[in-house]
């Protein structure tokens, strides 16, 4: 198997927490250059990744599959031990909302950032700060839905980490190095939570590559020291 895989990326980055902390090494992974364009529009990759992004996996078979939850949701039948997707139908649907509520926050996040800062400017268009004010009352709603759904569970959907938990914590150590954005402290549940899964992960800590923010901008925005 392959993976098409950028360590700088959030998306990807899940992957890679998921293959580390199940301990899975007979991946091949390649490195892909996001910013380059050309290279993610090639007829070759777009068979792979239809909507040109990373992650991408490519299995023995020879079958393509280009969202990061879906490649998780396929490791887990190739290697369902330690269980990452629940041991039942409860857990999984939990896991299933609470992605899906990650997921909200990352589009929220990129909206608001595309309609007001020279960021991700290849999607920017238009200027609208009133969107990014919804886009941030969004953000924080889906945290408090995160939390209460959560209960008093050692993890997000379960009391064993899961695949919500991988995402998660990758979405906040990106959200963290791009934006300096926090997690809601009031949130009592997530911010325990945060405390526990950090111990477990077993990623270095996230660090921007240099050039990234210069990158994503077109050359816009300056790097931070
Ligand atoms: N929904 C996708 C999002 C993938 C995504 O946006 N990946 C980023 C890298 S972190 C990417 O490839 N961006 C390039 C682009 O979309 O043009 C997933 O879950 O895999």
Not at 138 to 144: D, G, N, Q, T, V
Not at 192 to 197: A, G, I, K, L, V
């Amino acid at each position: 198997m392959k993976l098409y895989t950028c360590s700088a990326g959030p998306y990807p980055r899940r992957i890679l927490c998921y293959l580390a902390m199940k301990a899975i090494d007979g991946i091949e992974l390649q490195e892909i250059n996001i910013h380059d364009r050309a290279a993610m529009c090639r007829p070759e990759f777009l068979t792979i990744s239809p909507a040109g992004s990373v992650p991408a996996l490519l299995t023995d078979e020879g079958v393509s599959i280009s969202q990061s939850t879906a490649i998780m949701e396929y490791l887990e039948e190739v290697y369902p031990d330690p269980p990452m997707y629940g041991r039942n139908e409860a857990e999984r649907r939990r896991i299933d909302t609470q992605s899906q509520l990650i997921n909200d926050v990352m589009a929220y996040r990129k909206m608001s950032v595309a309609t007001t800062m020279p960021y991700l400017l290849p999607y920017q268009t238009i200027r609208a700060p009133e969107a990014s004010l919804v886009c941030n009352a969004l953000e924080w709603s889906r945290f408090e839905q995160m939390s209460i759904i959560m209960n008093r569970r050692t993890f997000l959907a379960s009391d064993e980490p899961t695949i919500a938990d991988i995402m998660l914590y990758t979405m906040l150590e990106y959200l963290r190095a791009v934006y300096d954005r926090f997690m809601p402290p009031h949130l009592h549940n997530l911010a325990e939570w945060y405390q526990r899964f950090r111990t477990l992960s077993p990623l270095e800590p996230y660090k921007l590559s240099g050039g990234y923010i210069t990158s994503m901008s077109g050359g816009i925005v300056k790097e931070r020291p």
